[in-house]
């Protein structure tokens, strides 16, 4: 819109002597006095025009040389002036806002000064881009996204642009657009991300065995950073009564796992970063623990030793093995010497039975020949326990008892008679005793 326009004469009966006309201005226009100032624009300051001593009509008349309008040398310095002027400039109070704050944080107040007092004023944000992040409620700017440094939205240096347009309430309403330059101030973020990379471990796994690698994410990394696992600092809140422990960054086995017992521990991390002042999340994992195939254990002999000249088919004891996955289990003695395998047999299949998370199982050993103290005192057992994976080996020794037998036969080698008044004392003859072995009588089958 033109600061200035020219003044249009209406004359009704036409430019004749002793007739009065009329100068009129455009609607919001007004006919002022406005004298010209070297260096500056025409009729720029509001302040310099006159619109209060301008005349808006003028009369035809003779004066000295001729006809000649009244005010002739005044109207040379009339015009058509603008009534209202746009404000002049506009300020904001404040020009930062600390990243992670809520959509409607106060930022800053906006004023303005104008050349026409007594006005009231209307703030909008004006860019498209800048609609997204601002929003203003009567003279207050406030955000309308939550700042972030590193986030999804990328920042010029750590600001933002925000144009804002001013209208004042003159007639016609003016405005101006000014643009200013939000910073977003940063605050230390905590991690967040934090990941396990792996939470599954065999029942196996021995002592110190790694699980999985702890990693985050900084808040105050750059958008879209890969998990990673420097610069924090680890804490290991809940081992689970210290199944678990920290090595470095690495969730380590600190003891004993068994499936059958528990088959998953909770576990709790906390991560700290190196920010000021120190930032911290923590995280709950679970630790899932696979079955294996477990050896079989505590094998034992219900006893060890057997009468010499026991029958055949008896009991010399049970051999007694326990497993935790619940297998059968075999027992076998064939690694044992031929002596061994001669004298003793294992009975038909072994039996088991379930003792809380244990499976027990086992099978009677055997005598199948003559045993003779005499002969032989001890034997060596080597028992193989299987459950079809695994198994698991162990030594016994069997001790033959010695039992007293009673003599068979007494001889008795001298003459039947003795002649009379021998003298006291002589050898007359000796007894000889002997006993006889019986063979071991075997149970026929079927």
């Given at each position: ?69 009244n005010y002739a040398s005044e109207i040379m310095t009339y015009y058509c002036r603008r009534t209202n002027d746009p404000p002049t400039t506009l300020f904001i109070s404040g020009h930062s806002i600390l990243e992670h704050s809520p959509k409607g944080t106060h930022i800053g107040n906006l004023s303005t000064l104008d050349p026409q007092a007594g006005q009231t004023f209307t703030y909008l944000v004006q860019s498209y881009g800048s609609l997204m992040f601002f929003q203003i409620q009567g003279n207050q700017l406030m955000n309308d996204w939550i700042p972030m440094l590193n986030g999804p939205i990328t920042l010029n240096n750590g600001s933002v642009d925000v144009t804002i347009r001013v209208s004042d309430s003159g007639t016609p309403s003016m405005w101006i657009d000014k643009t200013f330059t939000i910073f977003v101030e940063n605050v230390n973020d905590p991690p ?255």
């Open positions: 819109m033109d600061v200035c326009k020219k003044a249009t004469s209406v004359c009704p009966s036409g430019t004749v002597f002793n007739q009065q006309c009329t100068l009129e201005c455009p609607k919001d226009y007004r006919l002022a006095k406005i004298v010209r100032k070297g260096g500056q624009p025409f009729a720029k300051d509001y302040s310099d025009v006159d619109f209060i001593s301008v005349h808006s009509t003028v009369t035809c008349s003779i004066a000295g040389q001729g006809v000649q309008w967040h991300s934090l990941g396990l990379s792996s939470n599954i471990v065999n029942e196996s796994a021995s002592i110190g065995e790694v699980v999985g690698k702890m990693t985050a994410v900084d808040g105050d990394d750059p958008f879209g950073t890969s998990p990673h696992s420097d610069n924090f600092f680890w804490t290991l809140v809940d081992s689970d009564n210290n199944f678990f422990r920290l090595d470095g960054v690495n969730i380590v086995v600190n003891r004993r796992l068994n499936h059958e017992s528990k088959n998953n521990h909770l576990i709790k991390i906390k991560c700290t970063d190196f920010g000021s002042p120190p930032k911290s999340a923590t995280i709950s994992f679970i630790i899932n623990v696979l079955n294996t195939n477990d050896k079989p254990f505590s094998v034992s002999i219900s006893h060890s030793s057997i009468n010499e000249n026991s029958a055949i088919g008896t009991v010399v004891g049970k051999f007694v093995a326990s497993d935790e996955d619940k297998d059968p289990l075999d027992f076998y003695i064939g690694y044992s010497d031929s002596a061994t395998l001669q004298k003793f047999k294992l009975e038909h299949n072994s039996s088991c039975h379930v003792n809380g998370q244990t499976y027990i199982c086992s099978q009677e050993l055997r005598v199948q020949d003559q045993l003779d103290y005499e002969s032989q005192r001890a034997y060596t057992i080597v028992v193989s326990v299987n459950d079809s994976i695994s198994h698991l080996t162990r030594t016994f020794n069997i001790s033959v008892v010695n039992v007293n037998e009673l003599p068979t036969e007494l001889h008795f080698n001298g003459p039947p008679s003795i002649d009379e008044n021998t003298a006291v004392g002589r050898i007359i003859g000796s007894f000889q005793a002997s006993i006889m072995l019986l063979p071991i009588l075997r149970k026929r089958k079927g």
